[in-house]
């Protein structure tokens, strides 16, 4: 699992981007998971790290799908 920089999720293609958000969603239940059970994570910076590029991920997924809506709309012509 690795942290990514937007303009590195910008350059993922759409299923690579759905498959890391899974990975991604896996990963903050299992920490969560520890925190739940009174464990202390290895990391404890890492569950808003993966929030955080989580949220960065799906950014990108809603700017492409207002992108694709507009130029739906545009090209229909009221």
Do not use: C, W, Y
Request: charge should be positive; hydrophobic fraction near 30%.
């Amino acid at each position: 699992m690795s942290i990514f920089r937007i303009e590195e999720i910008r350059r993922m293609s759409g299923k690579e981007r759905n498959e890391e958000l899974e990975s991604l969603m896996r990963d903050l239940l299992h920490e969560r998971g520890i925190i739940a059970t009174g464990g202390s994570p290895d990391n404890p910076g890492r569950v808003g790290e993966i929030k955080r590029t989580i949220a960065r991920i799906k950014t990108v997924q809603g700017e492409e799908r207002r992108e694709a809506e507009m130029a739906r709309n545009e090209g229909g012509g009221k």
